[in-house]
């Protein structure tokens, strides 16, 4: 896949996930009211399921769809980055 | 005996000597300090809504996402309940970090006593509440939140003080409401309400300490236990707000405290609505409900009950509305910057502190002409908590 974002988005994209995914997940996404997003905890799950997660949540669950606020690459880039350690800045 | 007395009486003198002598810390009250969170570097700045500016800052408290305040009665020291576990106790006069104990693994916040002797802090995980002694933060009781057969741990929110040394509480995965009294913490006494809804998310205790509410996120309604009649049992309010229509996706979860109660009635958020929900306290019925410009996340009384302020949910972190509780209309719509995070009012509500994290500022606002009254910078400010709150119920 190619990734078609510049420094500025993917900055934009870090906060996000730190604050706004932080809110359930916590700001140093241990969990919260949503589970642990850790590298250690998703090694298990597909890069594609937590794709899917965050484009379309999880219905019936606190875990709202991402899909209004970003397309499938940049939901593709924080899956990415979440399986391997999210960066903190 | 004596000796004991007089020394006492002459290391305070001495102390406050010492401190006048080399004014770092001049004797003063507590009255009008307060905390405000930074949560990404783990600090809190003490304040002053007098002078409106930060005396300093406590660093060392851990990870502070969603941390929560409650103070002392003296209203000297705060009790900071941070999201990785941690308890700390921070002396708001000297500016200190005095005790800090590792209680759970992910921790969602606390309550302090009638009588100001324990601090109950209420987890994630272990599921569960724990109380510690509030003078040593030593361990008093521990309470799972066990429920079904299997031993499963719920998440436990809505932790609320209730008068006699009583905690009310909530349980998200169970879907029940706990009343624990700790007269005597090593045998504490639990009361359990099965069934009260799906997924509480969160409660609050009415000013009074009367009535306990728990706002549920997985139908629409709110679980309402009358304390003064127990045996009565939990009763749904508010059913079917939604009226059947399908519910908006929630970016933040809404909070609930006592400070929605303005009056005679009670503010509520609409989870995935742009409403609040006006809730008559005498019968419990909706008496109407107010159109916002997002999701609601706080919705607070002004002390005096004239008017409530509200923010939002992302994507609406940026604007905060006032609504005049005596027209039921909003009278003002403010954009302090993104990510609005809390609001407190000053203890006769002239005043309200607003944090907004993106801009790394605290704004505060004259709550009569909604002019700036002041800003100070703040790294990623998130809660505010004024002391004031030491002397409330359900605070």
């Known amino acids: 896949m190619a990734w078609a974002m510049d420094g500025v988005r993917e900055r934009e994209l870090v906060r996000l996930v730190r604050e706004d ?17 850790l590298p250690e905890t998703l090694q298990d799950k597909p890069e594609q399921y937590v794709v899917l997660t965050i484009l379309h949540g999880h219905p019936g669950t606190p875990m709202p769809p991402w899909s209004p606020f970003m397309n499938e690459t940049e939901a593709a880039w924080i899956a990415s980055r979440l399986k391997a350690g999210f960066p903190d800045r | 005996m004596r000796v004991q007395v007089r020394n006492a009486l002459i290391i305070p003198a001495l102390a406050a000597l010492m401190l006048a002598g080399c004014s770092a810390v001049p004797l003063r009250g507590t009255g009008d300090l307060g905390l405000v969170i930074e949560r990404e570097a783990g600090k809190v700045q003490v ?4 002078a409106r500016k930060s005396l300093g800052e406590v660093a060392g408290l851990g990870d502070l996402s969603h941390a929560s305040i409650v103070y002392s009665r003296d209203a000297r020291y705060a009790f900071v309940f941070g999201r990785d576990g941690g308890l700390s106790k921070v002396d708001l006069l000297t500016g200190s970090l005095v005790k800090r104990v590792m209680q759970a693994g992910n921790s969602i ?39 079904g057969t299997e031993g499963k741990r719920s998440r436990v929110v809505g932790l609320a003080d209730l008068p006699g040394r009583r905690f009310a509480y909530a349980l998200f995965d169970a879907g029940e409401i706990w009343v624990a009294d ?13 069934n009260i ?52 996706p929630v970016y933040k979860m809404p909070h609930l405290r006592g400070w929605s ?18 809730v008559d306290t005498e019968t419990w019925k909706e008496t109407g409900r107010i159109p916002v410009k997002g999701q609601p996340v706080f919705v607070m009384a002004r002390p005096d009950g004239r008017q409530v302020w509200i923010n939002f949910a992302f994507p609406d972190n940026g604007w905060v509305q006032v609504l005049d ?15 609005v995070m809390h609001m ?37 400010p998130s809660g505010i908590f004024f002391t004031h709150r030491a002397a409330r119920i359900g605070f």
């Open chain 2, 197 to 248: 809804g799906k997924e509480p998310y969160d409660g609050l205790v009415t000013p009074d300490g009367r009535h306990y509410l728990a706002g549920l996120f997985g139908e629409d309604g709110v679980a309402l236990l009358d304390l003064w009649h127990p045996e009565q049992g939990a009763r749904k309010i508010l059913e079917g707000y939604g009226k059947g229509q399908e519910k908006l």
């Open chain 2, 261 to 278: 109660v303005a009056g005679r009635h009670a503010y509520l958020p609409a989870v995935g609505r742009h409403e609040v929900l006006v």
């Open chain 2, 182 to 194: 700790l007269s005597d913490p090593k045998k504490p006494l639990v009361t359990k309400y099965p």
């Open chain 2, 344 to 380: 407190e009012f000053t203890p006769r509500g002239e005043s309200v502190w607003v944090s907004s994290r993106n801009t790394n500022r605290v704004i505060v606002y004259d709550t009569e002409t909604f002019r700036e009254q002041a800003v100070l910078p703040v790294p990623a």
């Open chain 2, 47 to 50: 304040v002053d809504t007098s």
């Open chain 2, 109 to 147: 916040g606390g309550a302090i006593s009638q009588d100001g002797r324990l601090v109950v802090a209420q987890n994630y995980e272990p599921g569960g509440v724990k109380a510690f002694d509030a003078e040593t933060l030593e361990l008093m009781a521990d309470i799972p939140a066990s429920y």
């Open chain 1, 21 to 37: 995914c932080g809110s359930c997940h916590g700001l140093t996404l241990k969990g919260g009211l949503g589970p642990p997003l």
């Open chain 2, 325 to 339: 509780t005596a027209t039921g209309k909003l009278v003002q719509t403010l954009e302090p910057g993104q990510g």
